[in-house]
């Protein structure tokens, strides 16, 4: 099953630009799509290309191509499309659904899926629009700065790393943000000559959902957030808080299974000293010849803890033999050793980021209070260190949805569905699917949730207000 991922960053609201209002679509007239066969295709999927402007607020300037993907509903008429998009960002929306088209077979006896790759994810993500030219990295979550020398210092390495991939193409690099991605739907939308839009989010593409309603709220019929994060909040302090309140919920998760299973009760008190060993020195992993801070600790725990009962034994067994001084069972099986982070084109333009280590500190302080044991692990004060320094601002800030949206449909396992929630407690009428477990997503792992959500685009008939799945 598709399992997209929530790019976890964030700081502090300081020097925002107010988000600008929708420009004009670049159109005198609506654009024609030719569908053919796909490249490689195997399912059955066709393919068309749109151009869109480059710079939405430059309607008239160089176009880019978004490369889309369809797959025709089977029944005898199509009651319109869905446009689906599964995060990343990057995810590539032709690809994955090419692989995973049997999911959709249910929602094809009645409507077209439709999906597009989307601006500047290219090759090196299997994707088939226009590609932004970078070395596309992943790096270690840097230190928390010690001092302003220090702040200094991180700002200047994460413009270099930014530097290096902007001047590939600096206008596209600076109008990748989620906003842009909205743009680019609604002209998708009008190219397929839909009268509104039908559109799934999975993790981060819930973003590109949130700015849509924002930029075009008289244009949504469905929508549907799945496993996503806030974009929508009232009050920055408040929803970073809350991101670090749920990762407390599923330490604590693990601190009562500890208790109960009678095997490790003595392992949530070893833990906070632990982590605090760890950041005065880090703790070695012998197996990767690597060594770990207190951050580090939480974070990959944090890990262990989400995968619920399949992961306790295994962070209980970790933290026994850490507090012994050997880390190893911290170590991924797979993938990078460290919490580590993407080139963030698009996030860089999406969140709040520290003016100063001040600023960082307040926020660092904050996180910890509201989560003793995870701290700022996995939340958007990690991820958005590598966002100081970036050479370009913050276009797409964080906002309220508008009043007058149709009820949308939520969707997400622990963690999630709480985060799901609290947005759409600004849409009244709207309902989220909760699913008491692990996951990230639910519309490929959970067939309940996938039949509720196959409703809703088909009848917009939604599930009460707290269905659990």
């Given amino acids: 099953m598709f399992k997209p991922i929530v790019l976890t960053l964030t700081l502090l609201t300081s020097g925002l630009q107010t988000q600008q209002a929708a420009p004009a679509l670049a159109s005198r007239q609506t654009p024609t799509l030719t569908w053919a066969a796909c490249p490689n295709d195997k399912?059955?999927?066709?393919?068309?290309?749109?151009?869109?402007?480059?710079?939405?607020?430059?309607?008239?300037?160089?176009?880019?191509?978004?490369?889309?993907?369809?797959?025709?509903?089977?029944?005898t008429s199509s009651e319109g499309s869905v446009l689906i998009a599964y995060g990343g960002p990057g995810g590539p929306g032709i690809a994955l659904t090419q692989t995973y088209a049997s999911l959709w077979a249910k929602l094809r006896e009645r409507m077209d899926v439709v999906t597009w790759d989307t601006r500047g994810y290219g090759?090196?993500?299997?994707?088939?629009?226009?590609?932004?030219?970078?070395?596309?990295?992943?790096?270690?979550?840097?230190?928390?700065?010690?001092?302003?020398?220090?702040?200094?210092?991180?700002?200047?390495?994460?413009?270099?790393?930014?530097?290096?991939?902007?001047?590939?193409?600096?206008?596209?690099?600076?109008?990748?943000?989620?906003?842009?991605?909205?743009?680019?739907?609604?002209?998708?939308?009008?190219?397929?000559?839909?009268?509104?839009?039908?559109?799934?989010?999975?993790?981060?593409?819930?973003?590109?959902?949130?700015?849509?309603?924002?930029?075009?709220?008289?244009?949504?019929?469905t929508m549907v957030l799945d496993g996503t994060i806030s974009h929508s909040g009232t009050d920055?302090?408040?929803?970073?808080?809350?991101?670090?309140?749920?990762?407390?919920?599923?330490?604590?998760?693990?601190?009562?299974?500890?208790?109960?299973?009678?095997?490790?009760?003595?392992?949530?008190?070893?833990?906070?000293?632990?982590?605090?060993?760890?950041?005065?020195?880090?703790?070695?992993?012998?197996?990767?010849?690597?060594?770990?801070?207190?951050?580090?600790?939480?974070?990959?725990?944090?890990?262990?803890?989400?995968?619920?009962?399949?992961?306790?034994?295994?962070?209980?067994?970790a933290i026994r033999k850490a507090v012994h001084g050997d880390a190893s069972g911290f170590v991924p099986a797979r993938g990078s050793r460290y919490p580590d982070q993407s080139t963030g084109v698009t996030e860089c333009t999406d969140w709040p980021r520290p003016a100063s280590r001040a600023e960082l500190n307040k926020m660092i302080a904050r996180l910890r209070?509201?989560?003793?044991?995870?701290?700022?692990?996995?939340?958007?004060?990690?991820?958005?260190?590598?966002?100081?320094?970036?050479?370009?601002?913050?276009?797409?800030?964080?906002?309220?949805?508008?009043?007058?949206?149709?009820?949308?449909l939520g969707a997400g396992a622990w963690r999630e569905s709480d985060a799901v929630a609290r947005i759409l407690t600004q849409v009244p009428g709207s309902a989220t699917i909760h699913h008491d477990g692990p996951g990230h997503t639910l519309y490929a792992s959970n067939e309940c949730a996938?039949?509720?959500?196959?409703?809703?685009?088909?009848?917009?008939?939604?599930?009460?207000?707290?269905?659990?799945?």
């Avoid at 020398?149 to 600076?174: I, M, Q, V």
């Avoid at 989560?371 to 906002?399: E, H, K, M, R």
């Avoid at 959500?453 to 939604?462: E, M, P, Q, S, V």
Wanted: glycine share 10%; hydrophobic share 35%.
């Fill in 236 to 317: 920055w302090t408040a929803d970073t808080a809350d991101m670090a309140k749920d990762n407390e919920t599923s330490f604590t998760r693990f601190s009562t299974w500890c208790a109960g299973a009678g095997k490790c009760q003595e392992v949530p008190a070893q833990w906070r000293g632990l982590v605090a060993k760890a950041d005065r020195s880090p703790i070695p992993a012998r197996s990767a010849g690597i060594a770990y801070t207190g951050r580090d600790l939480q974070s990959l725990a944090l890990g262990f803890a989400q995968q619920g009962a399949v992961g306790y034994p295994k962070l209980a067994d």
């Fill in 123 to 221: 090759e090196q993500f299997g994707g088939l629009s226009t590609g932004l030219a970078c070395t596309w990295t992943r790096t270690p979550l840097p230190d928390f700065p010690e001092d302003d020398a220090d702040f200094g210092r991180l700002s200047d390495t994460n413009r270099g790393y930014a530097e290096a991939c902007r001047n590939k193409d600096p206008e596209l690099f600076a109008n990748m943000s989620s906003a842009d991605n909205a743009r680019d739907m609604e002209a998708i939308r009008k190219a397929l000559g839909e009268a509104k839009l039908n559109f799934y989010g999975a993790s981060y593409a819930g973003i590109y959902a949130q700015d849509y309603a924002r930029l075009f709220p008289g244009q949504v019929r």
């Fill in 43 to 75: 399912v059955g999927m066709t393919c068309a290309d749109l151009q869109v402007p480059a710079d939405w607020q430059k309607p008239d300037g160089r176009k880019i191509t978004l490369k889309l993907g369809r797959l025709k509903a089977t029944g």
């Fill in 450 to 469: 996938r039949t509720h959500i196959i409703r809703y685009f088909t009848d917009r008939t939604l599930p009460s207000e707290s269905t659990k799945c």
């Fill in 369 to 408: 209070k509201s989560a003793p044991n995870t701290g700022t692990a996995n939340t958007l004060a990690t991820g958005t260190l590598g966002c100081i320094g970036w050479p370009v601002s913050v276009t797409n800030p964080p906002a309220p949805l508008p009043k007058g949206l149709p009820p949308m």
